[in-house]
């Protein structure tokens, strides 16, 4: 069983910067697809960003391209988010999910294991 524990999230400014964190249990971290979502109230579940296993290539979902980056450290089994020029539609609970998919995938049901959920919040 894996579990996922993310943290980083809080409270920031428009065009304010946060980095969050999702640290595995389990040693299959390095050989799985890592990816975030978020959920504002009222909305579904949404893609942000996720990162291959090997060749670490990252993709992610077009209202945050250039704006927020995906990295992870497979020695450490976390995996990264950092936001930055943070805007109030970007406020949602992000959630860190792992995919034992062989590409890359975008929905969530693609996902097999999820954390808890961490909330960030941009005031305008």
């Known amino acids: 069983q894996v579990q996922l524990v993310e943290s980083g999230g809080g409270l920031v400014q428009a065009g304010g910067s946060l980095r969050l964190s999702c640290t595995a249990s389990g040693r299959t971290f390095s050989t799985n697809i890592m990816g975030w979502f978020r959920q504002a109230p009222g909305n579904e579940r949404e893609f942000v960003a996720a990162i291959s296993r090997y060749d670490y290539s990252t993709y992610y979902t077009d209202s945050v391209k250039g704006r927020f980056t995906i990295s992870r450290d497979n020695a450490k089994r976390t995996v990264f988010l950092q936001m930055n020029v943070l805007k109030p539609e970007d406020t949602a609970v992000y959630y860190c999910?792992?995919?034992?998919?062989?590409?890359?995938?975008?929905?969530?049901?693609?996902?097999?294991?999820w954390g808890q959920g961490t909330p960030v919040t941009v005031s305008s």
């Open positions: 999910a792992q995919s034992l998919a062989g590409s890359i995938p975008t929905t969530a049901n693609a996902y097999t294991y």
